[in-house]
Nanobody, 125 residues
Framework: QIQLVESGGGSVQTGDSLTLTCTGTGRIFSRYDMAWFRQTPGKEREFVAS????????YYGDFVKGRFSITRNSAKNVAWLQMNNLEPNDTAIYYC??????????????????WGQGTQVTVSG
């Protein structure tokens, strides 16, 4: 059974940075795509970033515009989302996701089988 746990969320001011961490247990994630999604009340889960295990590529949602970076250490089952220059519109619950069968860092949330519980990010000012 795979379990994912996010950490690192919090309340920050506009322009600040945060690093979210996703720690996995139960499998070695070297052959899993890892992704971050976010969600606000009443809206569908939104793709933030993903890391493909097969080719090492990373992908980002259009709104990221170079502000975020996804990295991973598959041997340690850890993935990070570095978020810079945060804006109030980035306020959301951020979720880590993983799957071994998605196609090349898919941005479609329903294709991921494993999810963390989420971590709240609040940006004000």
């Amino acid at each position: 059974q795979i379990q994912l746990v996010e950490s690192g969320g919090g309340s920050v001011q506009t322009g600040d940075s945060l690093t979210l961490t996703c720690t996995g247990t139960g499998r070695i994630f070297s052959r899993y795509d890892m992704a971050w999604f976010r969600q606000t009340p009443g809206k569908e889960r939104e793709f933030v970033a993903s890391s493909s295990w097969s080719n090492g590529n990373t992908y980002y949602g259009d709104f990221v515009k170079g502000r975020f970076s996804i990295t991973r250490n598959s041997a340690k089952n850890v993935a990070w989302l570095q978020m810079n220059n945060l804006e109030p519109n980035d306020t959301a619950i951020y979720y880590c996701a993983a799957d071994s069968a998605v196609e090349d860092g898919s941005p479609i949330w329903s294709e991921y089988s494993y999810w963390g519980q989420g971590t709240q990010v609040t940006v004000s000012g």
